[in-house]
Each structure stands twice: as C-alpha cells, then as structure tokens.
C-alpha cells in the first residue's frame, strides 16, 4: 500500500436511508481503506444489521450504543492488513494495525461526552495508550476545542474548561492536531440566527511516532449532509523504501509561468496544523507539482538543458 486513506464521520445514526447513502456515496468517492463512524445510535442488533450490508469487502467492529446515544462502528478493508480490536470503553474503540507499513500502529476512534467530569475521566484512561511506544493516532468526535478561533456564535465560556483539559491530554502525551483542509468548523447546531453556532469538534491527532511514517499527508472536511457534522477525510502517504531520484530545481524553470502557479497552489492549501508538519507537508506538495508539471509540460530539450 502507497498510502492510508480513512473516513471519520459522526453520522448522527446509521438506521437511517439517507446517512447509508451518504457513507456509501463517500466510500466510492473517496476510495477509504477505513471509516470510523461514530453516534451510530445503533445497539448490538442493529448495528450487525447495518455492518452486513458492507459485509462483501469489508471487515468491522462496533461498540453498541447505549438507548439512542453514543455507539462506534469502525469498517476496515480485507486488504488492508490484520486489524486487531484490542481495548474499548463506552466513548473509544481502540485497533491494532499489522501491515508491511507501518509494521504496528493504533487507531483510537472516539466519541467523548459532552460533560466535563466525564471528558477528564476519558483523558486519563487514553493516557494509558501512549505508555505502548507504538505509531498512534486519534480520529472521532472530542466534543472539545482547543481555543476560542474553532468557535462562532456564543460565548467562549461554554468551552473553555474543557478546552484546557483538551489541550493539556494532548500536550502531556505530545500529540499533534493534524490540521485541516477546508471549512473551519466540523459542526453546526443548524438554528437560525443568533442562535446558531459552529465548532471544530472532530480533529485527527498522532504521536510524533506515527507521523515519521508519512511522507505527507492532509485531513479535509468534507461537507455536511444528513448530519450536523462535517465527514473527516485524511490521506496518508507512506515514504517509500525505493531509492528515489535527487529532486533538483533548475533555475530557468522560473522563466515559465505554470512553474509559478504550481509553486503557488503548494502553498496557498497549507492545512492548518503544527507548523512544522504544515511546513514539510507544502515542500513535499511543491516537489510533487513541479515534477508533474516537469514531466508532462517541458519538451526533452527543455529537460535537457543544463
């Protein structure tokens, strides 16, 4: 595998027509190797009812929801490798990946309580998870933010506490936010007026572990349909063990005006992430335009030219 492609969604339900439409609509689409839904609503029944739908090529596993709350279904390909559901609790679903690359990482998928006492119960019980040393990576719905820009509408006051708890789980176990490609906010109350609000309530965070095991990668909101929540896609891309061509840039390529614009494409999409990996994931996104554009635009003499 090149690369690990993965849908996070909270589908707010999965018995309904519409929600299995849309999964199925982004799975042929987006081509995921994994997708993480979370507020399935479903209990044991009927979330086995709704896994065998996918039965034919993929694999899963589930939490059952409690009444008409919470719930996690998790969808794997066969060919992605051996998957191993190890740990779960009523807010996270904890996987074990064996591939060829990376050899072992873990996936957590989560769906938090929106109580704070609850929140710090579910920090201190992930913390454990961080003591494997293996490639780790968080998906799901945190119902928390990190700062007062991943709101609007509404006072800050709502989420500060949680906020600070938020922020220090992920700083005591340096993880890192994998930014985002896209709208701003994952949620929205969908009221009118004054009374409506927005929130980046779902993320994707990983340990520095996992992401040296990347070349690249981005994280997008795609938009929000049958649900009050924005789908989550992240794109992966293993470094490869080939040996690789030197990457040289030659300076008449400034003469051409699509080297510009390539140059310029690769650092106007920048994800709004750790300014370290935003800053590794544009020069990885630069080299890959410009050698497209190399490649299908310069005649063999330009290429020659020295």
């Known amino acids: 595998m090149e690369s690990i492609k993965l849908i996070c969604w909270n589908c707010r339900g999965v018995s309904n027509s519409a929600t299995i439409s849309r999964i199925k609509s982004i799975i042929r689409m987006h081509q995921p190797d994994l ?90 019980e992930l913390e454990t998870f961080s003591s494997l040393e293996l490639p780790w990576i968080l998906v799901g719905d945190f119902n928390a933010i990190r700062n007062s820009e991943e709101h609007r509408g509404g006072g800050f006051n709502h989420y500060s506490s949680k906020s600070k708890c938020f922020n220090d789980f992920i700083t005591d176990n340096q993880l890192f936010d994998l930014g985002f490609i896209g709208s701003p906010f994952t949620w929205c109350n969908n009221q009118l007026g004054l009374t409506r609000r927005w929130a980046r309530l779902d993320r994707v965070l990983a340990n520095n572990s996992w992401l040296t095991k990347f070349d690249s990668y981005f994280n997008k909101h795609l938009s929000r349909t049958a649900s009050d929540h924005s789908p989550l896609f992240l794109n992966a891309r293993f470094f490869s063990h080939q040996k690789q061509k030197v990457f040289r840039f030659d300076n008449f390529w400034f003469e051409y005006d699509n080297c510009h614009l390539n140059v310029w494409n690769a650092w106007n999409n920048r994800p709004r992430a750790n300014p370290m990996h935003a800053f590794s994931h544009s020069i990885s996104k630069t080299r890959t335009l410009l050698c497209k554009w190399k490649t299908k635009e310069l005649t063999p003499l330009e290429k020659h030219i020295q």
């Open 35 to 124: 997708v993480c839904l979370v507020e399935t609503r479903a209990d044991a029944d009927r979330a086995y009812t709704f896994c065998k739908k996918f039965a034919k090529r993929w694999h899963w596993a589930a939490i059952p929801a409690q009444g008409m709350s919470r719930g996690i279904v998790v969808l794997w390909k066969h060919n992605i490798g051996l998957v191993t559901p190890f740990a779960i609790s009523k807010y996270s679903l904890h996987l074990v990946i064996s591939a060829d690359n990376p050899k072992e990482w873990v996936l957590t998928v989560v769906y938090n309580s929106q109580r704070l006492q609850v929140q710090k119960s579910h920090w201190l």
